[in-house]
């Protein structure tokens, strides 16, 4: 069973940035596309974004040209670089490592941005 961690939340000012990281611990992450989604109190899980192994990047609207997605694969790794961040960004973010048709969540970590 693959298992991701997530690192690097916090709680931020309007207009600033932040970096989160996730980490898949057996190693095999190369072969496979990664996703951030997030759901903030009261709200609708929502995609942020993924990359493919090729490292083609897709993003929800609400973040582009904000939000950037990237990968490691020699460290296993991707990683969510969010700027400009608004309140509305607020919530949990959750790291995705797909194997297949079957999606490997993170246990989240919290972004909380102040007006």
């Known amino acids: 069973q693959e298992r991701v961690v997530e690192s690097g939340g916090g709680l931020v000012q309007a207009g600033g940035s932040l970096r989160l990281s996730c980490t898949a611990t057996?190693?095999?992450?190369?072969?496979f596309p990664w996703e951030w989604h997030r759901q903030a109190p009261g709200k609708q899980r929502e995609l942020v974004?993924?990359?493919?192994?090729?490292?083609?990047?897709n993003y929800a609207d609400s973040v582009k040209g904000r939000f950037t997605i990237s990968r490691d694969d020699a460290k296993n790794a991707q990683y969510l670089e969010m700027s400009s961040l608004k309140p509305e960004d607020s919530a949990t973010y959750y790291c995705?490592?797909?194997?297949?048709?079957?999606?490997?969540w993170g246990q989240g970590t919290q972004v909380t941005v102040s007006s």
């Open positions: 995705v490592l797909q194997i297949g048709s079957v999606r490997h």
């Open positions: 974004g993924s990359i493919t192994t090729n490292g083609r990047t």
């Open positions: 057996r190693g095999i992450s190369t072969w």
